[in-house]
C-alpha cells in the first residue's frame, strides 16, 4: 500500500500449538455439520434447498472474510482482528446451536465463517510475521497436517455426535473450540504486526488484484485447481442426502466419508514425493486425470444402477486422490505466475474456489431428482474442465517463455 505506516514494538513469538487450534477452528466448524443436514432439516420443518443455505452461507462468508481480514489486520493490527474474529465464531457457534429455526441458524453459520476467515488468514500471517518466509516453513506444516485432520475427521466427529444427540449437538464443539481459542489467544497472543498501515484505502489492492488476473497462465491454473475443487464440493453437497435415501445415518456417512479425506491425504504426501521426479505440470496432470478415471467410474455405477456406499465413496476416494496430487502443484503454479504479489494470488485463488464451492454447494441439491445421474455426471465433467484449463495455463506460459527468448 502506498499509504504511511507506523510501527509497533516487535513481540515474543507465538505458540505453534496455539496457531494450530486457531487455523483449526474453522474448517471443523464446516464439516462437522456436513452429516447432519438431513436431520437438521426435518428437526426444523425444512426443505434440503433452505438448510442447504447453511452450509453456502458458511462457503460464501469464508470467501469474502478471507479478502477483508488481511486489509483489517494490517490497519488494526494482527491481535485485535484476530480475537474480534474468534469472538464471532463463538458466538455464532452458540447461535447456531440453540436455533429455533433455520434462519437463525443461517445467521450462526454466517457469524461462525466471518469469524473463522480472520482465524484462517491471520494464523498464517503471525506465524510469517515472526518468522519469515524461509522459517514459517517448517512451523506452517504443522498447521497444514492439523487443517487436513480437522477435515478428515469432522464429518465421522459429526455423524456421530448427531445420531446420539441431535444436529445441534455438533455446534456445541464449536463452541467449546473457539471459546478454549479466545481465551488462550487473549491471554498469550502478542501482536506481531511491526508495520501498520495509515489507511484503509483499497486502490492498492485492486490495482494489484488486476495484475495478478493479467499474469501469464495464472487464470488457467487456478481455474484448473477450481474445478478439481468444484467435484468435491458436489459430492459433499449432495451426499448426505445420498446416504439418508440409501436408509443410512449420519454415522455411516461419517465413516465411508474417512475414506473420501484420506484418499486426499494420501495424494498430497505423494504430491510432495512426486516433487523430485516429476515436473509441476507433470504432477497436475496426473491428478487431473486420476480424478477424471474417478468421476467416469461413479457415472459409470450410476449408468449400471449400482448405488451403494463403496459405489458412491470408493470413486470418489479416487477423484480426491487425483485433487491432493493436483491441487499443492496448480496452486504453487498459479502463484508463481505472480511472483511479486505472491500473497495477492493465493488470497485470490482461495476466494474463487470458495466462491464456486459455494455457488455449487447450493445449486447440487437442486439437481437431485430421483436420480443421482445428474451429480454423477457434474462431478465427470469438472475434471475435463480441469484439463482443458490447465492446457491453457501451459499454453499461456509456453507462449511467455517463447517470446522472453
Same mark, same amino acid.
Given at each position: 500500500?502506498?499509504?504511511?505506516?507506523?510501527?509497533?514494538?516487535?513481540?515474543?513469538?507465538?505458540?505453534?500449538?496455539?496457531?494450530?487450534?486457531?487455523?483449526?477452528?474453522?474448517?471443523?466448524?464446516?464439516?462437522?455439520?456436513?452429516?447432519?443436514?438431513?436431520?437438521?432439516?426435518?428437526?426444523?420443518?425444512?426443505?434440503?434447498?433452505?438448510?442447504?443455505?447453511?452450509?453456502?452461507?458458511?462457503?460464501?462468508?469464508?470467501?469474502?472474510?478471507?479478502?477483508?481480514?488481511?486489509?483489517?489486520?494490517?490497519?488494526?493490527?494482527?491481535?485485535?482482528?484476530?480475537?474480534?474474529?474468534?469472538?464471532?465464531?463463538?458466538?455464532?457457534?452458540?447461535?447456531?446451536?440453540?436455533?429455533?429455526?433455520?434462519?437463525?441458524?443461517?445467521?450462526?453459520?454466517?457469524?461462525?465463517?466471518?469469524?473463522?476467515?480472520?482465524?484462517?488468514?491471520?494464523?498464517?500471517?503471525?506465524?510469517?510475521?515472526?518468522?519469515?518466509?524461509?522459517?514459517?516453513?517448517?512451523?506452517?506444516?504443522?498447521?497444514?497436517?492439523?487443517?487436513?485432520?480437522?477435515?478428515?475427521?469432522?464429518?465421522?466427529?459429526?455423524?456421530?455426535? !448427531?445420531l446420539w444427540a441431535g444436529s445441534s449437538s455438533v455446534f456445541f464443539v464449536s463452541l467449546a473450540m473457539g471459546s478454549?481459542?479466545?481465551?488462550?489467544?487473549?491471554?498469550?497472543?502478542?501482536?506481531?504486526?511491526?508495520?501498520?498501515?495509515?489507511?484503509?484505502?483499497?486502490?492498492?489492492?485492486?490495482?494489484?488484484?488486476?495484475?495478478?488476473? !493479467?499474469?501469464?497462465?495464472?487464470?488457467?491454473?487456478?481455474?484448473?485447481?477450481?474445478?478439481?475443487?468444484?467435484?468435491?464440493?458436489?459430492?459433499?453437497?449432495?451426499?448426505?442426502?445420498?446416504?439418508?435415501?440409501?436408509?443410512?445415518?449420519?454415522?455411516?456417512?461419517?465413516?465411508?466419508?474417512?475414506?473420501?479425506?484420506?484418499?486426499?491425504?494420501?495424494?498430497?504426501?505423494?504430491?510432495?514425493?512426486?516433487?523430485?521426479?516429476?515436473?509441476?505440470?507433470?504432477?497436475?496432470?496426473?491428478?487431473?486425470?486420476?480424478?477424471?478415471?474417478?468421476?467416469?467410474?461413479?457415472?459409470?455405477?450410476?449408468?449400471?444402477?449400482?448405488?451403494?456406499?463403496?459405489?458412491?465413496?470408493?470413486?470418489?476416494?479416487?477423484?480426491?486422490?487425483?485433487?491432493?496430487?493436483?491441487?499443492?502443484?496448480?496452486?504453487?503454479?498459479?502463484?508463481?505466475?505472480?511472483?511479486?504479489?505472491?500473497?495477492?494470488?493465493?488470497?485470490?485463488?482461495?476466494?474463487?474456489?470458495?466462491?464456486?464451492?459455494?455457488?455449487?454447494?447450493?445449486?447440487?441439491?437442486?439437481?437431485?431428482?430421483?436420480?443421482?445421474?445428474?451429480?454423477?455426471?457434474?462431478?465427470?465433467?469438472?475434471?475435463?474442465?480441469?484439463?482443458?484449463?490447465?492446457?491453457?495455463?501451459?499454453?499461456?506460459?509456453?507462449?511467455?517463455?517463447?517470446?522472453?527468448?
Amino acid at each position: 500500500m502506498t499509504a504511511a505506516m507506523t510501527t509497533t514494538t516487535a513481540a515474543p513469538a507465538p505458540s505453534i500449538a496455539l496457531m494450530t487450534l486457531i487455523a483449526m477452528a474453522s474448517p471443523l466448524a464446516l464439516n462437522l455439520f456436513v452429516p447432519a443436514m438431513p436431520d437438521a432439516a426435518r428437526e426444523l420443518q425444512t426443505d434440503i434447498g433452505v438448510i442447504q443455505l447453511s452450509f453456502t452461507a458458511y462457503l460464501f462468508t469464508l470467501a469474502f472474510g478471507q479478502l477483508l481480514s488481511g486489509p483489517l489486520a494490517d490497519h488494526f493490527g494482527r491481535r485485535p482482528v484476530l480475537l474480534v474474529g474468534l469472538c464471532l465464531h463463538t458466538l455464532g457457534s452458540l447461535l447456531a446451536a440453540f436455533a429455533p429455526d433455520v434462519v437463525t441458524l443461517i445467521g450462526g453459520r454466517v457469524l461462525q465463517a466471518l469469524g473463522g476467515s480472520a482465524a484462517m488468514v491471520l494464523a498464517r500471517t503471525i506465524i510469517i510475521d515472526i518468522y519469515g518466509r524461509e522459517g514459517a516453513a517448517a512451523r506452517m506444516g504443522y498447521i497444514v497436517m492439523a487443517i487436513a485432520i480437522a477435515q478428515s475427521l469432522a464429518p465421522t466427529i459429526g455423524g456421530y455426535l !448427531n445420531l446420539w444427540a441431535g444436529s445441534s449437538s455438533v455446534f456445541f464443539v464449536s463452541l467449546a473450540m473457539g471459546s478454549v481459542a479466545f481465551l488462550m489467544a487473549a491471554l498469550r497472543l502478542p501482536e506481531t504486526c511491526t508495520k501498520k498501515s495509515d489507511s484503509l484505502e483499497l486502490k492498492a489492492v485492486i490495482e494489484r488484484y488486476a495484475a495478478v488476473f !493479467n499474469s501469464a497462465g495464472y487464470i488457467g491454473y487456478a481455474l484448473s485447481t477450481t474445478c478439481i475443487a468444484a467435484a468435491f464440493y458436489m459430492f459433499v453437497g449432495t451426499a448426505p442426502y445420498i446416504v439418508d435415501r440409501l436408509g443410512g445415518n449420519s454415522a455411516e456417512f461419517g465413516t465411508w466419508f474417512l475414506t473420501v479425506s484420506l484418499a486426499f491425504m494420501a495424494g498430497s504426501f505423494l504430491s510432495t514425493r512426486l516433487a523430485k521426479r516429476a515436473s509441476v505440470d507433470q504432477v497436475v496432470l496426473m491428478g487431473n486425470l486420476l480424478s477424471l478415471t474417478g468421476g467416469f467410474t461413479l457415472l459409470c455405477f450410476t449408468l449400471a444402477d449400482v448405488l451403494n456406499y463403496p459405489a458412491l465413496f470408493l470413486p470418489m476416494a479416487l477423484v480426491t486422490l487425483g485433487r491432493g496430487l493436483s491441487q499443492p502443484n496448480a496452486q504453487s503454479a498459479a502463484i508463481s505466475c505472480s511472483p511479486t504479489s505472491a500473497a495477492t494470488a493465493s488470497g485470490l485463488m482461495g476466494f474463487i474456489q470458495l466462491l464456486a464451492g459455494a455457488a455449487i454447494a447450493q445449486l447440487m441439491p437442486l439437481l437431485l431428482g430421483e436420480t443421482v445421474l445428474p451429480i454423477a455426471a457434474c462431478i465427470c465433467l469438472a475434471p475435463v474442465a480441469a484439463l482443458f484449463a490447465h492446457s491453457l495455463a501451459m499454453k499461456h506460459q509456453g507462449n511467455l517463455g517463447h517470446q522472453a527468448r
